[in-house]
Nanobody
Framework: QVQLVESGGGLVQAGDSLRLSCAAS????????MGWFRQAPGKEREFVAT????????YYADSVKGRFTISRDNAKNTVYLQMNSLKSEDTAVYYC?????????????????WGQGTQVTVSS
């Protein structure tokens, strides 16, 4: 089993920055892509960003491209999401997930382990 624990969420104002962290424990193995998803109240979960197993490839949702950066430190079994220029529409619970694949992938169905989520609230 793999446990994923997100941290770093909070209440910020529009234009501020936050950095989310996702620490993996248990049967950790860095040979998998990782991703961030989010779910806003009343909306379906959506893809935010993904990074391949070595960190060489990343993909982003159009809504966050240029503002968010995903990265990983395999020595620390940790994935990060740097969020800049936050907007009110970024308000959501953010989830970290581990893919079944090595390549970066956007599809939630390709992820088999999920964290509990961390709340990000952006006030306008």
């Amino acid at each position: 089993q793999v446990q994923l624990v997100e941290s770093g969420g909070g209440l910020v104002q529009a234009g501020d920055s936050l950095r989310l962290s996702c620490a993996a424990s248990g049967r950790t193995d860095s040979n998998y892509a990782m991703g961030w998803f989010r779910q806003a109240p009343g909306k379906e979960r959506e893809f935010v960003a993904t990074v391949s197993w070595r960190g060489g490839n990343t993909y982003y949702a159009d809504s966050v491209k240029g503002r968010f950066t995903i990265s990983r430190d395999n020595a620390k079994n940790t994935v990060y999401l740097q969020m800049n220029s936050l907007k009110s529409e970024d308000t959501a619970v953010y989830y970290c997930a581990r893919s079944r694949l090595r390549v970066a992938t956007r599809g939630a169905d390709e992820y088999d382990y999920w964290g509990q989520g961390t709340q990000v609230t952006v006030s306008s």
